[in-house]
């Protein structure tokens, strides 16, 4: 019997599709004696930590993927009555690092610039942040199948897939599902013709909306929630009841005598290799201005410092200046100038820009450094605050400092 690996799962964060918690998609899985599960939620990676820690849990290879929606030009905004709104499946999945990070890009950019109705991508960006991601035609809602379906083109399906091949290169894979669903079965028969014309290999998945066979009533009720339908509502959207987690037996019955679709299910699975690593902290890297004439964060928060006491003190005593350097010397050693530089140059903004800010709050208010670049408007000396509260190198932790913004 051909082993599986579902490649194609939607958890309970897409209200609309997935009726099914992290933890029992992966607990099912591992039950089954699968190697890998991967979760594709529909345009976001919203569980992907909690997805990541629980096949940890259970001893199982998490993939990471994403379902986006592609259209032509993600910056067009037509109404679906004047043909516009169109957009595509297509799956994602990460083989490494890398891939990860251009599907955070991919899915950021789809709802910072592509959003209509959906976090749309198109592929401009497919083309620019392609590298580490395995793509798949995804369901029957894939451009693909769609232009065959609907345009009844072969011809031009072929086309669209050998362009999607061109953009993943050797990382792009005709997806085959069988649900029942008359439309495809006709797209299976044309994946296997296009398979040996073009050489894109096809590999067969299963769409996993909920857990369990039994649970289809449930997944039922979640997408009328979601839509705030009725059940009994004849227009409404509604799923077939074959999108459960199916085990290895269910899936050979309904692809027998294709090993091929199985084996390059489970090449992929191969591929799909990214770890976390927690605990660590990632700041983002504050870009220092060329003419400062200074070779680092740690330089740069000096220099700011000392500017920022000459403005704050009539006169820069000796007990100023040691507190500013030991402080100082504490911040370099926990690694946390940019941390100090971001807060300060956001502070900054808000104060040049007429928005209402607060003098900051807190542990913060015993710092010196937060005194002088005006993050906070508190003297730390005069009030005898101390630095320890905020900042100890016995004790190493983010810096906390609250800081209180007008909402308009």
């Known amino acids: 019997m051909p082993q599986f690996v579902h490649l194609h799962n939607h958890s309970d964060y897409s209200l609309l599709d997935g009726a099914q918690s992290v933890e029992a998609m992966v607990k099912r899985a591992k039950e089954l004696g699968m190697p890998a599960i991967a979760l594709t939620e529909h345009g976001n990676v919203f569980s992907i930590i909690e997805f990541f820690k629980t096949a940890k849990k259970y001893d199982i290879k998490p993939i990471f993927g994403c379902e986006v929606y592609v259209t032509d030009n993600r910056f067009e905004r037509k ?7 169109g957009y595509n499946h297509m799956v994602l999945l990460a083989q490494n690092m890398e891939g990860y990070k251009n599907l955070t890009k991919l899915v950021s950019y789809g709802y910072l610039e592509g959003f209509y109705y959906k976090p749309r991508v198109d592929n401009e960006l497919l083309r620019k942040y392609n590298k580490g991601l395995i793509a798949t035609t995804a369901c029957i809602q894939g451009k693909v199948q769609q232009t065959l379906l609907k345009e009844k083109s072969y011809d031009k399906a072929k086309q669209v897939a050998l362009e ?5 290169p050797d990382r792009f894979y005709l997806e085959v599902q069988n649900h029942g669903i008359e439309d495809e079965a006709i797209w299976r028969e044309a994946a296997k013709k296009m398979s040996k014309e073009t050489g894109i290999p096809r590999i067969v998945t299963n769409d996993a909306h909920y857990t369990y066979k039994e649970h289809w009533e ?3 009720a979640s997408i009328c929630i979601g839509m705030v339908k009725d059940l009994d509502d004849p227009n409404r959207m509604r799923y077939d009841h074959e999108y459960w987690l199916k085990t290895p037996e269910e899936m050979e019955e309904l692809f027998p005598d294709d090993d091929e679709v199985f084996a390059n299910t489970l090449k992929i699975a191969d591929q799909c290799n990214v770890e976390f690593k927690f605990g660590k902290y990632h700041l983002p890297i504050f870009p220092i201005p060329e003419d ?3 070779k680092d964060a740690d330089e740069f928060l000096t220099k700011l410092v ?3 006491l000459e403005k704050r003190y009539e006169k820069i005593t000796d ?3 040691e507190r500013a ?10 690694g946390f100038a940019g941390y100090f530089l971001i807060v300060q140059d956001f502070v900054h903004y808000a104060k040049n820009n007429k928005i209402p800010v607060g003098p900051g709050r807190g542990s913060a208010a ?8 005006e993050i906070t408007d508190i003297d730390p000396l005069q009030f005898d605050l101390l630095f320890e509260r905020f900042l100890n190198p016995e004790r190493v932790s983010m810096p906390d400092i609250d800081i209180d913004f007008c909402d308009e």
Request: charged share 30%; aromatic share 12%.
């Open 366 to 373: 015993g710092s010196i450094i937060c005194y002088a670049t």
């Open 218 to 220: 449930a997944h039922d």
């Open 306 to 308: 000392f500017k920022g």
């Open 164 to 168: 999607y091949a061109e953009i993943f």
């Open 292 to 294: 400062e004439g200074v």
């Open 79 to 85: 109404t679906k009555a004047h043909g516009g709104r």
């Open 325 to 334: 350097e030991y402080e100082l010397q504490v911040v370099k050693e926990m």
């Open 319 to 321: 007990e100023i200046k």
